[in-house]
């Protein structure tokens, strides 16, 4: 969606990222844990694969904030998904 809406892209690119971000929620959707967790689950993953994207793709090397920010991120998220509970 990024390189069609933002950088003048193909129009496939559109198509292709609109069925992606509709899987996308499909999968969450059909989780057999409480919607509410995966949905945690999911931005954990996503800030951390943003990450590597942006620093892999786009050249961007992640400061120790960022660093630092996506780890607390994925902790957040595992506590959220694994925390014992009654």
């Known amino acids: 969606?990024?390189?069609w809406l933002r950088e003048g892209g193909a129009?496939?690119?559109a198509v292709l990222g609109g069925i992606i971000l509709v899987l996308y929620g499909v999968v969450a959707t059909l989780q057999p844990a409480n919607f509410g967790?995966?949905?945690a689950a999911y931005g954990g993953i996503f800030i951390a694969m943003a990450i590597i994207?942006?620093?892999q793709v786009?050249?961007?090397t992640p400061d120790r904030?960022?660093?630092?920010g996506g780890?607390?991120?994925?902790v957040g998220m595992a506590m959220i998904m694994y925390w014992p509970r009654n």
């Open 53 to 55: 994207w942006g620093w």
């Open 1 to 3: 969606m990024w390189l």
């Open 65 to 68: 904030f960022d660093i630092i």
């Open 71 to 74: 780890l607390i991120c994925l």
């Open 11 to 13: 129009i496939w690119l």
């Open 58 to 60: 786009d050249k961007v």
């Open 37 to 39: 967790r995966v949905y």
